[in-house]
Structures are given as C-alpha cells and as structure tokens.
C-alpha cells in the first residue's frame, strides 16, 4: 500500500506539470456559435449578425435595434493519434530497464457536444443589456486499457461553462462601449494506471475528480466609420480556478489565460464583406501551478507555456434575401512550448471553415458552420518526474485533426 501511495504521489507531480492545466484551460474552443463556425470566426467582435456577437465583444450588442435571440450547438470530433514513440519503465522488482515500442494509436480523442445560448436586449437607442452560455474550454483523450503506457495515456476529461451578463452603451453613432461579468465553471476529470509491486494486472493510480468557480469580466469598444465599415476590440479577464478535488487532492489552483481581440468587417458591395480578426490569449498566464494533495507534499511548479492567438481572414456572400454564404480561414498557435504531453496533444492548426444562413422569415433564420480543423505532427520527450528518465516516452509523435459542426436557431423579436 505504501509503494502504492508513493508511485500515486509520483504521478500527481507529474500531471500537475503535464495535463492538470487542462483542468481549467486546456485545448482552446472557439465554439460560441454556428455563424462565426463557418467563417473561422473571422470579424466575429464587429459584425454581430445575431445575439452571439455578446461572447466576442460585448460594445457590439449597441448595433441591434431589435432584440434577438440564438440558440445553437457545435459538435466536435477529434481524430487523435500518437503515431510512434518508445516506452521506457523499471520493470519491478528487479529494477532492469525496458524499452518498448508503441504502436501507432488512434481513436484516442471523441466527440464533445458544445451548446450556446445568447440573448440581447435593446433598452432604448443608447442601452442593451444581455446574457449569455457558452464555453471557451475543453477537450477529452481515451486511451484503450491495453495501451502499453497507461501510466501516461489514461483518460483526460475537461469541461467548462461561461455564464455571461453584458450591458452596452452608445456614445454617439460612431462609438460604442460595453462591459460584462463571467461566471466560469469547469469540471475536469483525470485517470491512470500502472502496475504496482504484487498486482497481476494494472492498478488505477490516478483518479481525480475536479470543479471549481471563478468570476472574470470582460470589456469591449466598436467604432462605426459608416454602415459599411466597422472596427470592433475587446479583452477578457480570465481568473484563477481553485478546482477541489474529491480524492487525492484537495485544491488545484489553475490560472486561466486572458484574451484580447481586433476584428475588422468591410461590406465591400451589395453582395459581398470581407472580415477578419486578430486574437492574443495569454497563456504565459500558466507561471505556477499549485496543488495541495493528501497523499504527499504541496506543490507549486513554474509551467513553460507561452503566450500565443490565432489569425482569421473570412468573406460573407449575400446572395439573395433567403441565403448567405460564408467561408473563413484560421491559423492558430499552439500554447505548449517545451513541455508536451500525450495525453492533450497541441500544436499549430488550420480552420478551413464554411457555412451559410437561410432566413426563414424576416424575424427567424438558421445557421449552418462547418470546419475542418488540421494540426501538425509534433515530436517530443515525456517524463513522469522531471529530469528523470527511468519512466518515461521518447520520440512521441502525435498529431490532432478534427471536424467541428454547427447548427443555430436565430430570432428577432
């Protein structure tokens, strides 16, 4: 039992270096709405063409005259593979070294459903008000029970959801100021095995359960050059997550990164906009991580993320009073640095996006997106205690790809 307690401790450290960030952050979603899907969220705090322009920039609700309400989802699936790589581990109790090839795995990440709901509320020609939910976080990874490192691939659960209020104020027809509260819940969920001295078969080392609250806010600006042309910035505060946990630990504090964007919309003629947007997340947020567990000492490691964003160029085609076509394209930076982890395999991705609108009525419409999100081999080295390679992955190469589908219901009222 005590060898048991010991290697848990082990692995502990080792996820607070690796994954538990993931707890709160983790693999960034852009999944706010069905619309911004389907154009790589290009211009998505300037053009607010329904009520889920409030999660991007909260100035943008002062363009609507009417209230409007959205309703939608995004599904996601991830195809995630650890291509090749070397096993090394202690084989006990004789203490030799063993190397063991691993095989090419796939099927490790699933498919999230991502739900939003946005409402904004013009209260006269200088003030609205809104709420909204949605989620800026959350990925999962699974790995078989057969996997010949269980000890680093287990299962990687995190899930998040941001409750929004907003309010917005009009300057004069050009300037346009709005601000919000975020109240930010995560759930996060980590498992491994590893066989321990006197077990046949592997014994589950890890099992964390996770949630905690934190409240952020955000604050944003739209300048109206004409109705044609318009210029939207915004900045979200993002807070630090004190996660308790239900086993071996009792407090994981985790800072979220804070994010500012730039988006520019351009109707260029009767039928066609040009957008884009500029987004800086700041995830050198991830300075320290501390952890208090009952099974061994605090922790409080210095993490090596940096800080990183994403680029989107995108059109919008008006092509009739009952159709809108739009297509969008992102590049978007990886956070990781040097420290890489299997179990949320990052790296730099291309958003190939494309959507469209059909309006049913002059009040409802619905909206289609569509993205194919391609990531990049990245090749690197796990330790399960840093500076240690008795346990350990060498030459790990994974990539992750995945397909992202939106669907929204829209109405004016």
Not at 215 to 224: D, F
Not at 233 to 257: C, F, Q, V
Not at 391 to 397: C, F, N, V, Y
């Amino acid at each position: 039992m005590f060898k048991k307690r010991l290697l848990s401790c082990a692995v502990v450290t080792a996820l607070s270096f690796a994954s538990a960030p993931t707890l709160a952050a983790g693999f960034q979603l852009n999944s706010q709405s069905a619309t911004g899907l389907g154009r790589a969220f290009a211009g998505d705090a300037a053009i607010a063409d329904n009520a889920s322009v409030a999660a991007r920039n909260p100035a943008a609700m002062a363009l609507f005259k009417e209230a409007n309400f959205s309703l939608g989802f995004n599904v996601i699936a991830t195809d995630v593979r650890l291509k090749s790589g070397t096993f090394n581990d202690v084989e006990l109790p004789s203490g030799t070294l063993s190397s063991t090839p691993i095989e090419e795995t796939d099927g490790i990440g699933g498919t999230s459903f991502v739900p939003n709901l946005h409402l904004v509320m013009p209260i006269n020609e200088t003030w609205a008000w809104g709420l909204s939910a949605y989620s800026n976080f959350g990925t999962a990874t699974e790995f078989e029970d057969d996997f010949v490192a269980p000890i680093f691939g287990g299962t990687t659960s995190i899930k998040s959801m941001n409750l929004a209020a907003n309010v917005s104020y009009r300057l004069n027809e050009n300037l346009s100021f709005g601000a919000g509260l975020d109240v930010i819940y995560g759930i996060g969920k980590l498992e491994r095995n590893a066989n321990i001295v006197g077990d046949v078969v592997d014994t589950k080392v890890v099992d964390i359960d996770a949630t905690g609250i934190g409240l952020g806010w955000n604050v944003g600006m739209v300048y109206e050059v004409n109705e044609d042309h318009r210029f939207g910035l915004s900045y979200r505060y993002s807070p630090t997550i004190e996660a308790e946990g239900d086993k071996s630990t009792d407090d994981i504090d985790l800072p979220l990164p804070d994010m500012a964007e730039f988006s520019g919309y351009h109707r260029l003629s009767d039928k066609f906009a040009a957008h884009y947007s500029l987004q800086w997340v700041q995830w050198s947020a991830f300075d320290s991580i501390t952890l208090q567990s009952e099974i061994g000492p605090s922790i409080d490691k210095a993490y090596e993320w940096k800080d990183a964003g994403h680029i989107s160029v995108g059109g919008t085609y008006y092509l009739n009073n009952d159709w809108t076509l739009r297509a969008g394209y992102m590049y978007d930076i990886a956070a990781t640095d040097e420290l890489k982890s299997i179990s949320i395999p990052d790296s730099n991705r291309h958003w190939l996006s494309a959507g469209f609108t059909y309006n049913i009525n002059k009040d409802e419409d619905v909206d289609f997106g569509f993205t194919y999100l391609l990531g990049q081999d990245v090749t690197f080295d796990e330790q399960l205690i840093p500076g240690s390679d008795l346990i350990s992955i060498t030459d790990a190469t994974t990539r992750a790809n995945a397909v992202l589908i939106g669907l929204q219901y829209s109405r004016s009222f």
